[in-house]
């Protein structure tokens, strides 16, 4: 049974960082891409970034530059470090894992998120 467990998430104040983790479980997700997700209430779950299988990596506007998704394939996880956190980086943080055809990827497996708080 594939599985996807976030951890690391909390409450931060405004400018500080937090590290998110993703643990997978049930296959092996090195030809997979590898992505963050997030959702507040009431809205759409938003894209954050993604890792290829090639290894690199594309990020939304609204993290590039503050966010860094990495990967280490032989423990089977992804990370999101997440620095100079904003009030609205608050939002439930959803781990991905998918299908990699190059320019998109399959949203296969899902995560059951895990909260980040940012206080002004």
């Known amino acids: 049974q594939v599985q996807l467990v976030e951890s690391g998430g909390g409450l931060v104040q405004a400018g500080g960082s937090l590290r998110l983790f993703c643990a997978a479980s049930?296959?092996?997700?090195?030809?997979?891409?590898m992505g963050w997700f997030r959702q507040v209430p009431g809205k759409e779950r938003e894209f954050i970034g993604v890792?290829?299988?090639?290894?690199?990596?594309y990020y939304a506007d609204s993290v590039k530059g503050r966010f860094t998704i990495s990967r280490d394939n032989a423990k089977n996880t992804l990370s999101l470090q997440m620095n100079s956190l904003k009030p609205e980086d608050t939002a439930v943080y959803y781990c991905a894992a998918g299908r990699d055809y190059g320019s998109y990827w399959s949203h296969d497996y899902w995560g059951q998120g895990t909260q980040v708080t940012v206080s002004s």
């Open positions: 890792r290829w299988s090639a290894g690199n990596t």
């Open positions: 049930g296959r092996t997700f090195s030809s997979y891409a």
